[in-house]
Structures are given as structure tokens and as C-alpha cells.
């Protein structure tokens, strides 16, 4: 499956954005899913993510009540709403998935480590 991630931008200290992953074909049936990302210097992390086995959802801590994840069945897309953004949390952010049975803590911390798959990226920068 192919995966665009869009959304990103410049927005100042406490601002919000939408990130989207479009896919080209269904990926809530049997994918584990989420939302990495990297900062410079710094190794990719597993922002959010959502589990192939439950449907249940992970975030970083440093992220927990700022961030939400969720997707729409009928446009094959992914979401990320932050808000409260810091700006720690510049980064390019990436989506992934990977049809196998995950559950969505497990697959946060272990998809970083893939050197594959991972697409072009959105670029988030909070600064004022």
C-alpha cells in the first residue's frame, strides 16, 4: 500500500494542525497504522498509532492530550489532530502501515526501526 502524508507547516507555539495519510486502498482492515516522526538529530519515533488486533490507540507520552489519531473508512485516510503544539515537536512527520497483527503500543515502538516504508514525509515546524 502507498501512503502520502500532507498537513504539514509553520504554525506558532500553542497552534494546532491536521495531518492526513492518504492511501491507495483500504488499510483499517487487518493494518496496524500510525504516525512517526523525526526530528533533526534525533532517531524516528512513534508519535501515535493504531492496532491491527483491537483498534485501539497509542501515543507517546509527550503527546498525550495534545494529539489525536483517527481515520475515515471511506476516504482511506489517516488523521492527526495536534494541538498545543511545542516547539519540540518539530519534526517531518511520517504514516505508515503494515498488514500484520499488531497491537498498536507494540508497533509504535518497533515500525522506527524499519529502513523501509516510509515515504516522502510532512514537515511540522513550531516556532514563532
Known amino acids: 500500500v502507498q501512503l502520502q502524508a500532507s498537513g504539514g507547516g509553520l504554525v506558532q507555539p500553542g497552534g494546532s494542525l491536521r495531518l492526513s495519510c492518504a492511501a491507495s486502498r483500504s488499510i483499517l482492515d487487518g493494518y496496524a497504522i500510525g504516525w512517526f516522526r523525526q526530528a533533526p538529530g534525533k532517531e524516528r519515533e512513534g508519535v501515535s498509532c493504531i492496532g491491527s488486533t483491537t483498534g485501539s490507540t497509542h501515543y507517546t507520552d509527550s503527546v498525550k492530550d495534545r494529539f489525536t489519531i483517527s481515520s475515515d473508512n471511506a476516504k482511506n485516510t489517516v488523521y492527526l489532530e495536534m494541538h498545543n503544539l511545542k516547539p519540540e515537536d518539530t519534526a517531518v512527520y511520517y504514516c505508515?502501515?503494515?498488514?500484520?497483527?499488531?497491537?498498536?503500543?507494540?508497533?509504535?515502538?518497533?515500525?522506527?526501526?524499519?529502513?523501509?516504508?516510509w515515504g516522502q514525509g510532512t514537515l511540522v515546524t513550531v516556532s514563532s
Open positions: 505508515a502501515a503494515d498488514k500484520h497483527r499488531y497491537d498498536a503500543r507494540y508497533y509504535c515502538h518497533m515500525r522506527p526501526s524499519y529502513a523501509a516504508g
